[in-house]
């Protein structure tokens, strides 16, 4: 698995204030709201749109903005709070030149706080990948003042928001699984992660065996780095990553394998040689026929020490890392266990017949 699949799965968010029970935070694409009629909102206590993506000069663009939009009643008829989510992959592409720009800075909150006010929203999520590295290969980024500069720009966003309205606006955060580059910050060489198979979103990593980062390691990173639990919501992925395996795992039933020799470089996607199954796809296109049960020719595994299952076809030699009921327990117990706000889901839309949600709410 690449190391852009671990760090997608094992994104934290951060709200600005305490909230009061376990937050169930889900993402809404705007790319997937035909799948978002089947989801029972009432599970979530916030729901975000995703995304609205920054121009060049701060104003905001989205995709299907007016049928996206009108899921905001919707999401607050239901008792969630309504929020959109600015930036993404791809949508990241100018966040670090208007980060650096004070007048571009400007223009962006002001767009936001028009946005807020306009469709009424209880708030806003960032999602700016990454402060201080690359995210997609055609996006621009500074390691020396990227995260300097977005401190300035969440300081000045909240200065706004509590000039203009009178209740407290909520701004979250989607982080990557380590704390915020800066000009020494935590870059380092994974590429070698690249080569093997292994788990997407690992509750605990296995010693010596692909990136030494997880669920746990990322949390406890970023409350060494002075976030307070409360404020952590733990990214749960309801997808999974697949690529072509050289061996035959289903005789090793071992999930770390050299992979296929192939590439892609385009720009616009992630950085990987991997594709995307949604949880909801797993289990409706006769891959597995119950939570724990796969049909042939597919195995299921569960791993111990990762505390993840993963798939593999015996005759296509693919492998696919993935989460399930029994792994979202295992991290939604961390997560109530060790004080943090609750659970950030991506995406919603990928759920089958409430079967993750009915994990997380068997635990928070």
Not at 28 to 57: C, G, M
Request: hydrophobic letters at 35%.
């Amino acid at each position: 698995m690449t190391s852009l699949s671990l760090l997608a799965a094992a994104l934290l968010s951060f709200v600005s204030c305490s909230i009061a029970g376990s937050i169930v935070f889900g993402y809404l694409p705007t790319w997937q709201l035909e799948a978002a009629k089947d989801v029972d909102i009432s599970r979530y206590t916030h729901v975000t749109i995703a995304f609205a993506e920054p121009s060049s000069n701060g104003t905001l663009e989205m995709d299907n903005r007016d049928s996206a939009m009108e899921w905001v009643p919707e999401i607050t008829k239901a008792g969630a709070q309504a929020l959109v989510s600015v930036g993404g992959w791809t949508g990241s592409k100018h966040f670090s030149p208007i980060m650096k720009d004070a007048g571009k800075r400007a223009q962006l909150i002001d767009n936001i706080v028009s946005w807020v006010k306009d469709y009424e929203l209880n708030g806003i999520d960032i999602d700016y990948e990454y402060p201080g590295r690359q995210g997609d290969t055609c996006h621009p980024f500074d390691a020396r003042v990227d995260t300097d500069n977005f401190l300035t720009f969440l300081t000045d966003l909240r200065s706004e928001f509590s000039r203009v309205f009178n209740d407290r606006k909520l701004i979250t955060l989607a982080t990557r699984f380590q704390p915020f580059d800066g000009p020494n910050g935590p870059m380092r060489d994974v590429s070698d992660f690249a080569s093997t198979t292994g788990p997407n979103a690992p509750f605990n990593h296995e010693k010596d065996k692909g990136l030494q980062y997880s669920f746990t390691s990322s949390i406890k990173e970023w409350v060494d780095a002075g976030i307070p639990a409360e404020k952590i919501l733990a990214g749960l992925p309801f997808y999974g990553r697949t690529v072509t395996a050289q061996n035959d795992l289903s005789v090793s039933r071992q999930m770390y394998a050299p992979l296929k020799k192939e590439s892609d470089k385009s720009c616009g996607g992630p950085k990987a040689f991997s594709g995307v199954w949604k949880y909801s796809k797993l289990r409706g296109q006769a891959v597995l026929s119950s939570p724990d049960v796969a049909e042939e020719p597919w195995i299921r595994q569960f791993d111990k020490v990762t505390k993840t299952p993963w798939l593999f076809n015996t005759d296509t030699k693919d492998f696919v890392s993935y989460d399930d009921p029994a792994s979202i327990m295992y991290k939604c117990k961390y997560v109530k266990d060790n004080g943090l706000g609750g659970v950030m889901v991506w995406s919603m839309t990928n759920d089958f017949h409430n079967e993750l949600v009915d994990a997380i709410s068997s635990i928070l």
